[in-house]
């Protein structure tokens, strides 16, 4: 700042210039913000191919190309209260990311907002999550990430749902569009405590009637997590362990807008740049635009 009298903060100035890369709608100040987005770059245990580091910022670069307006639920992006924190620094440690994740939602929660976390890798789910004790969780996922440990991490993203589970407890989590379960997972005493509710079945029946068939077991309070490799790979090719036979991209904003507005924490996680053509990165956007969309729509759908 000069002393001739011009007070202007330059920080702020060249903040405009030169800011980091933020969800081009999230104008608001963390103090007015609803709904706090954040990037976690760790993709530390990926099992296969590596590269969700680079999520977020290839998310906030595809939301540049949507418009500010949806015009199905009514509801201008601008004015909706968002605002973008930036990435989370993190280390190659997953216990401490998982650990600062945590803090992190119980801070933004603590301020009666809600967070959109994007990823990185699904572990990062095992930090947020014990922030919603009394909650029930809807996964999106392939795989029902239900090992105790694996590659000697607890804190693996092949562990999202157990650690979830252990959080959470019976009954309350539902996983959709599970495909990849490994026999151990699969025998293991605790796997009934956790809804799979199988792309086999989505296909079959419908996902309209796959959710009403659970509908009213879903707890007043919910948590919604999605693992892009959820969704087909004809869709969300740009994953890190992608697995054939998916969910629909309109089967998962259906599951959106259902619960929206009783959810008090969203991530949308695993999109690995690297192997994507772009549809991938689009879609997460979009994800995110679905959620904050149908929870502030006053249309009926
Ligand atoms: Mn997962
Ligand atoms: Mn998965």
Not at 111 to 117: A, E, L, Q
Not at 141 to 166: I, P, Q, V, W
Not at 186 to 206: A, C, M, W
Not at 240 to 268: A, C, N, Q
């Amino acid at each position: 700042m000069g002393s001739n009298g011009n007070q202007k903060d330059h920080g702020l100035v060249l903040s405009e210039f030169a800011s980091y890369r933020k969800i081009a709608d999230a104008l608001s100040t963390y103090e007015d913000s609803r709904y706090v987005i954040f990037g976690v770059p760790f993709d530390y245990t990926s099992s296969f191919r590596r590269g969700s580091s680079r999520g977020p910022q290839e998310v906030r670069r595809a939301y540049d190309n949507l418009e500010s307006y949806d015009v199905f639920y009514d509801v201008d992006f601008t004015k909706t209260a968002m605002c973008d924190i930036g990435d989370l620094y993190v280390t190659e440690d997953p216990d401490d990311t998982v650990d600062s994740v945590e803090q992190v939602v119980s801070i933004i929660r603590s301020d009666g907002k809600i967070p959109i976390m994007i990823g990185g890798e699904h572990s990062i789910t095992g930090g947020s999550i014990r922030n919603y004790r009394d909650h029930g969780m809807i996964i999106i996922d392939a795989h029902s990430d239900f090992r105790y440990e694996y590659m000697g991490h607890k804190n693996n993203h092949a562990c999202a749902t157990r650690r979830s589970l252990e959080v959470l407890g019976e009954g309350k989590i539902f996983s959709f569009g599970t495909r990849s379960t490994s026999i151990e997972e699969f025998q293991d005493p605790d796997y009934k405590k956790v809804n799979f509710l199988r792309s086999e079945t989505i296909h079959r029946d419908g996902i309209q009637e796959v959710y009403r068939s659970v509908e009213s077991k879903l707890p007043d309070k919910m948590y919604f997590s999605i693992d892009m490799d959820g969704i087909d790979p004809a869709f969300a090719p740009g994953v890190g362990t992608p697995e054939p036979y998916g969910l629909k991209d309109t089967d998962v904003r259906y599951l959106i807008r259902k619960v929206s507005k009783k959810t008090y924490g969203f991530d949308v996680l695993e999109f690995t740049p690297d192997f994507d053509n772009g549809n991938t990165a689009m879609l997460a956007a979009k994800l995110i635009q679905d959620f904050v969309g149908s929870r502030e729509s006053k249309i009926k759908f």
